[in-house]
């Protein structure tokens, strides 16, 4: 297998950089040559700036459009702004974060702003690699074959992108208020008036005739376009009926850009870890590579700062960002083995040493939980993969700030320091794990969020419970240091049945958070589903009665204005009027 995923990012900058200035101007639509692109104009120029464009999914570059303010896995826009976390650190670092986690924020916040450059960055890439092919094509210098695959990766990616934007800065009834930019655009005609939403999903469509084995890991295939263009029909339009029979082929027939068929890992903690990465759950993973002489650009630099923090003896070293909210964590509370749908978890939360020295006496909770818990936040008593039983207040930057809890999810083994971690960096948080963006399981409940929306079949009941019979694998529950008791009262069941639609709806939203939560979706879920106003208020309720969440959130309301963000000032400033905001 070609290594294709050990993309050298910094040598994608340098490529690219050969055919697009560096300075900021808006959407840098026309890309400045300081090279004649005929030197480009070759099979393997085009799959060197095509390569380019799919560096940019991680969100970062070294040109400064984007770093972690940017990242793809969306832990800012998508779980902290979804209540799934805290910013975590205290309340002086990243203050930029606190706005945009208390529905403050205005068009000036900079994490607005380097979010929009990231993905506009992102789509300029795309579109050189479509002009380009098109004037090779016509020297004659490509085959047909190879200005096709070109072109249809490079549309996907756009259609992606664009898809991005919209999600972040959309009218979300109407598809306004973010512009659609092709290789034809001119900077003096770009506006934001339009109804983008036909567009996307034009680009997005052109992948589904892709190979499904790419034969490297880190390129769009067919299944990916597949999944990406039925969650924008989801999204955009509220379109399950189109998107349904899609999403089942995917379920049945889907595999990873390297061919491998998709499926379920045996145990739910196997899909983060590194050895796991690309493997059958992984539908589409992000790349990232580390030692490569990139000096860590290629690693995970958008999630760098969610790490615990604790001198010495814990992973990461920097910087406590990230930290899990009780409500979250008070979520993956279960009776009979099923979650509590009516919210009444909160009614019987998890213990936590909230408050303890980590010398002082504390005793774990011991009632039914989610064992999907453990694998998703780090807390006092519980191992934390093989760096020991969590210690509790030493690992948290400021306790009284951001709550007890640490992130899992993305963080690595301390076997694995060295070999997946950055060497000699200010941190070893640089690491090769990458980003699942689109998992198996993902694809699973959105099937059956279909399946129960349209009122169809089981309503989803099966999709559900493959899921929830996977984490109910006891043999991959966290463990003791002895390696057989449990760490804690695991109790997991799947649904014997669903009462009726109402239900089955509730069922699936609920086991969206359960097995995706800290993964960058719930915010943009709770937009496809119309109750980012009525379920974050809920959620906030709750954390303003803990112990941070009065000064955190003091006088904090989420208004419909929330749904999505403002486009940011600099933007409007740099079109000169041609952009309108949002709001």
């Not at 609920?510 to 809920?538: A, C, I, P, S």
């Not at 803990?546 to 999505?564: F, K, M, R």
Request: proline content about 4%; charged content about 20%.
């Amino acid at each position: 297998m070609k290594r294709f995923y050990y993309i050298t990012l910094l040598t994608c900058m340098m490529v690219f950089g050969l055919v697009t200035a560096c300075k900021e101007s808006f959407l840098e639509i026309t890309p400045n040559g300081s090279l004649d692109e005929s030197v480009l104009a070759t099979a393997n120029g085009i799959d060197g700036l095509l390569i380019g464009a799919y560096s940019m999914l991680d969100g970062i570059s070294s040109q400064g459009t984007g770093g972690w303010e940017a990242a793809s896995s969306n832990w800012v826009f998508g779980s902290i702004r979804g209540m799934e976390a805290n910013k975590g650190t205290d309340s002086g670092d990243q203050p930029d974060i606190n706005p945009l986690q208390t529905f403050s924020e205005s068009a000036t916040n900079p994490y607005l702003n380097l979010k929009w450059r990231s993905v506009y960055e992102a789509i300029s890439r795309c579109n050189s690699v479509i002009r380009i092919t098109a004037q090779t094509l016509e020297a004659g210098n490509i085959t047909a074959d190879e200005a096709d695959s070109f072109v249809r990766q490079a549309r996907t990616l756009r259609g992606w992108y664009h898809f991005e934007a919209y999600r972040m800065w959309a009218d979300l009834s109407n598809g306004t208020g973010v512009p659609y930019v092709d290789e034809t655009t001119l900077a003096e005609d770009v506006t934001n008036t339009a109804d983008i939403r036909a567009q996307i999903l034009a680009d997005l469509d052109q992948g589904r005739t892709l190979p499904n084995d790419m034969g490297q890991v880190g390129r769009f295939n067919k299944t990916v376009a597949q999944v990406l263009w039925a969650k924008a029909q989801m999204q955009m339009y509220k379109d399950y009926t189109a998107a349904l029979p899609v999403l089942q082929d995917v379920a049945a027939n889907g595999t990873n850009p390297a061919g491998q068929k998709a499926g379920l890992e045996a145990k739910y903690g196997d899909i983060f870890d590194t050895d796991f990465r690309n493997g059958k759950e992984s539908i589409y993973t992000v790349q990232y590579s580390v030692n490569d002489g990139s000096g860590a650009w290629n690693g995970g630099w958008g999630e760098v700062l969610n790490f615990p923090y604790k001198s010495g003896g814990s992973p990461g070293g920097c910087c406590g960002f990230f930290n899990p909210t009780q409500e979250f964590v008070n979520s993956f509370r279960t009776s009979g083995g099923l979650p509590l749908l009516d919210f009444t978890y909160n009614n019987s939360p998890v213990v936590s040493d909230q408050g303890l020295t980590t010398s002082d006496p504390f005793t774990e909770d011991s009632g039914p939980l989610d064992p999907r818990l453990d694998w998703s936040v780090g807390r006092r008593g519980i191992p934390y993969l093989d760096w020991g039983p969590h210690t509790g207040a030493d690992w948290i930057r400021d306790q009284t700030y951001s709550g007890p809890y640490n992130p899992k999810k993305q963080v690595y083994k301390k076997s694995q320091e060295g070999q997946i971690t950055e060497v000699g960096n200010w941190t070893s948080g640089y690491t090769a794990n990458g980003y699942r963006m689109i998992r198996y399981a993902d694809v699973l409940l959105m099937v059956a969020e279909c399946k129960a929306i349209l009122g169809q079949g089981d309503l989803g009941l099966a999709e559900v419970n493959l899921i929830r019979n996977r984490a109910a694998n006891a043999a991959g529950f966290v463990k003791e240091a002895d390696g057989t008791t449990n760490a804690a009262n695991y109790v997991i069941n799947p649904y014997p049945a669903f009462a009726d639609q109402a239900t089955a709806i509730k069922a699936v939203q609920m086991e969206r958070k359960l097995e995706l939560g800290m993964e960058g979706h719930r915010y943009f879920d709770l937009q496809r589903w119309g109750n980012v106003v009525t379920e974050l208020t809920r959620v906030m309720a709750y954390e303003k009665t803990q112990p941070w969440g009065g000064s955190l959130y003091t006088s904090s309301v989420i208004g419909p204005e929330d749904v999505n963000y403002p486009i940011p000032q600099r933007q409007i400033d740099l079109a000169n009027g041609s952009l309108v905001q949002n709001r």
